[in-house]
C-alpha cells in the first residue's frame, strides 16, 4: 500500500497500491551478502494472509468483495497474499 486516505464527510476509504504490468524479477544481492528482498518463508512466518484477515479474492487474484485488514497498535502489521494480485 503507498497511500490510504479517508474522505472526512463520506468516511470513505481509498487505497493506491503499488504494482507494475510486468512479472517480478530477482533483485540480486547487494554487496557485503546483504539480501535485498525478504524470502518467502518471511511472510508466512511473521504475516497473516489476506485471505485468513478476512478478504475475499478469487482465483484470478481479484478482491471479490469489500473487507477490511486491521492493523497493529503496536508495530507494524504484515499481510501477504502469497499469488500475484
Known amino acids: 500500500i503507498q497511500r490510504l486516505s479517508v474522505d472526512q464527510v463520506s468516511g470513505a ?16 544481492d547487494q554487496p557485503g551478502s546483504t539480501g535485498a528482498e525478504l524470502p518467502d ?21 481479484f478482491l471479490s468483495a469489500d473487507g ?11 499481510f501477504y497474499y502469497p499469488e500475484d494480485l
Not at 41 to 61: C, F, P, R, V
Not at 68 to 78: F, K, Q, T
Open 13 to 28: 476509504v481509498s487505497v493506491d497500491l503499488f504494482g507494475s504490468y510486468q512479472p517480478a524479477a530477482m533483485i540480486g
Open 41 to 61: 518463508s518471511w511472510y508466512s512466518a511473521e504475516g497473516t494472509a489476506m485471505t485468513a484477515a478476512g478478504l475475499n479474492i478469487d482465483s484470478s487474484g
Open 68 to 78: 477490511s485488514l486491521a492493523g497493529n497498535p503496536d508495530s507494524r502489521a504484515v
